[in-house]
């Protein structure tokens, strides 16, 4: 065979070879990135907001895993869990009497879908006999330069409530167990007022340009009580509360791609092999 053929041939090898050298890291580098692309977290919160029901034991599970991702134990009318970090998917939620055993019938149960960069509220509305979970979009974003504000009737002792909010009336007739739309508002500290047929309750609440806040009507011992909820601390921040065990978290980075190492040691063989052949030749 002439030494042009073997030279030839030899360096088809090594440009073959270089080439799946560079080609295999690429492939793997763009499958590892599709795959994290299709991730994502978003965030849920609890709450127990029906007064005739006495405390509940809250549990959280993914969807088709019979182990409960989050537990909260004897959750009394009034409690709001924080936020919690989940992995976007479908979870089913399940209530059961307080100190019930984990395993016994739930007294209430629902599913919920978490989008990536969603927050949701998943509350326990209505009367003891009519009593339901119902699952509100918490809106993290606000118009530039306001403030987000909505309201949750949880008085059973009020079948409707009138709300203003720095003396204009926002809702007329509220009715127990309904929450109105997010409306934006000027930032600011300002009084927020409920009036029912034999209740009224007064607060001063501020808020902070980008926040988002959701108060909820509540019976309280001496009557009527406003809850300010803080869901977002600033237009398109992360919602406060620390995701729970287990739920996963920022993974470390790999090692740095191995691409420029092998492009110089690919054109170093090419260069050396070249070289000697042609030393051989002459």
Do not use: C
């Not at 919602?239 to 993974?251: R, S, V």
């Amino acid at each position: 065979m002439k030494p042009q053929r073997i030279t030839g041939r030899l360096l088809l090898l090594l440009l073959a070879a270089s080439a799946l050298l560079l080609g295999g890291p690429v492939a793997a580098a763009s499958a590892g990135t599709t795959s994290a692309g299709t991730t994502g977290s978003g965030w849920i919160r609890l709450a127990h907001l029906s007064p005739s029901t006495p405390p509940v034991d809250v549990y959280l599970y993914s969807f088709g895993n019979p182990t409960a991702r989050i537990v909260l134990h004897h959750v009394a009318y009034g409690s709001v869990s924080p936020y919690e970090a989940v992995t976007a998917g479908d979870y089913s939620i399940a209530m059961r009497m307080a100190g019930a055993a984990k395993t016994s019938q739930p007294v209430l149960s629902s599913s919920v879908t978490v989008a990536a960069g969603h927050a949701y509220l998943v509350a326990a509305l209505g009367p003891a006999s009519g009593l339901r979970l119902q699952v509100m979009d918490d809106d993290l974003t606000t118009p530039r330069g306001q403030a987000l504000v909505r309201v949750i009737q949880a008085s059973l002792k009020q079948q409707s409530v009138a709300v203003s909010w720095d003396g204009k009336v926002i809702v007329s007739k509220l009715a127990f167990a309904a929450g109105t739309s997010y409306q934006a508002v000027s930032p600011g500290t300002e009084t927020v007022a409920v009036t029912g047929s034999s209740g009224h309750a007064s607060s001063t609440v501020t808020l902070a340009a980008g926040s988002v806040h959701t108060l909820v009507v509540l019976d309280g011992a001496g009557g009527l009580e406003i809850a300010d909820l803080e869901d977002a601390a600033g237009s398109g921040l992360q919602p406060a509360g620390g995701a729970a065990t287990g739920f996963g978290g920022t993974a470390g980075h790999g090692p740095a791609s191995p691409l420029p190492w092998l492009a110089v040691i690919a054109a170093g063989s090419l260069l050396a092999l070249t070289g000697g052949l042609r030393l051989r030749l002459r």
